[in-house]
């Protein structure tokens, strides 16, 4: 039986899966709420945007900005493009 993780988390057994392969405490509670609600499908092509690859190092940095990701100015695109997927 999966630990009980609190209300808040929809899918124990997928969120502890999550959890110990590394992923933030938030990343993972949204990934197993999205897979335990019927109405959102995680797994399909979301947004319309095109891939970071796509994105300007600008548009890269001012996304990152954005979320507040600490050391952007000092990377480049690859490493803003690393940083805004794990956040």
Do not use: C, F, V
Not at 14 to 24: N, P, V
Not at 54 to 82: C, F, H, P, V
Request: aromatic fraction near 4%.
């Amino acid at each position: 039986m999966a630990e009980d993780h609190g209300s808040s988390i929809k899918n124990d057994k997928l969120y502890g899966d999550l959890r110990d392969k590394g992923m933030s405490k938030e990343k993972a509670a949204r990934i197993a709420n999205a897979q335990a609600n019927d109405n959102m499908h995680p797994s399909e092509k979301g947004g319309k945007q095109p891939p970071y690859e796509d994105w300007t190092k600008d548009e890269l940095y001012a996304r990152a900005q954005e979320i507040g990701i600490d050391g952007r100015s000092d990377m480049n695109k690859d490493a803003l493009i690393e940083a805004l997927r794990n956040h």
